[in-house]
């Protein structure tokens, strides 16, 4: 993984989170630069409506406040934090089990451009204060609608030298071998 510059990016090896962005923005990477797939960015659009509403309804309580006094406005007031409430509610239904933490999710498009295109799904986890990367990749096959999935654990170790330098070329061949996995999959069907 590299910077606009061209030199790799180095990350303080002892803060997980850093460590775990790092990779999945490495599988990001090797996803769209190197396999060639478009990323769909409609999950996060979701996210960002469902928040945009929510803030919408804040922001209406303030306006609203600003033109009618406390006494007047109760109804109202009242009103927009229910629905604020609601909003957060749907939010977290959203992440929970729509997003259901993907980071990722790209398109294959059809070669021939008449059968449905495939979508390649990327999540990660990683505990606090633990060395294990769990990388979870899912296929959804456009035509049959077949989803199959695969995953591999492994210590951030191994992507990672002493320094903190990201290890782009090992990183890689993990992701491409989940990757032939999964189409190997697909063959075998």
């Known amino acids: 993984m590299t910077d606009s510059n061209g030199k790799p990016i180095k990350v303080d090896k002892w803060d997980g989170c850093a460590l775990k962005n790092a990779l999945d923005d490495a599988a990001k990477q090797v996803f769209t630069e190197k396999l060639g797939y478009m990323e769909m960015h409609a999950l996060m659009n979701g996210r960002l409506i469902l928040c945009t509403l929510a803030v919408g309804f804040a922001l209406f309580a303030v306006a609203w406040d600003y033109f009618f006094p406390f006494p007047a406005s109760r109804p109202v007031l009242i009103t927009c934090v229910l629905l604020y409430f609601v909003m957060m509610v749907i939010l977290t239904l959203y992440t929970s089990y729509k997003e259901k933490g993907y980071f ?86």
């Not at 035509?143 to 030298?161: H, I, L, M, P």
């Not at 071998?177 to 189409?183: A, D, I």
Request: hydrophobic fraction near 35%; include cysteine.
């Open 104 to 189: 990722m999710v790209a398109m294959e498009k059809d070669q021939a451009g008449i059968d449905p295109d495939n979508t390649w799904s990327l999540a990660s986890h990683m505990k606090r204060y633990d060395d294990m990367y769990e990388l979870y990749m899912s296929y959804r096959d456009g035509v049959s609608g077949q989803v199959r999935d695969v995953r591999t654990e492994k210590s951030v170790a191994n992507f990672f030298d002493d320094n903190g330098y990201l290890c782009q070329d090992l990183f890689e061949r993990e992701v491409k071998k989940l990757h032939s996995s999964l189409l190997s999959e697909k063959k075998n069907l």
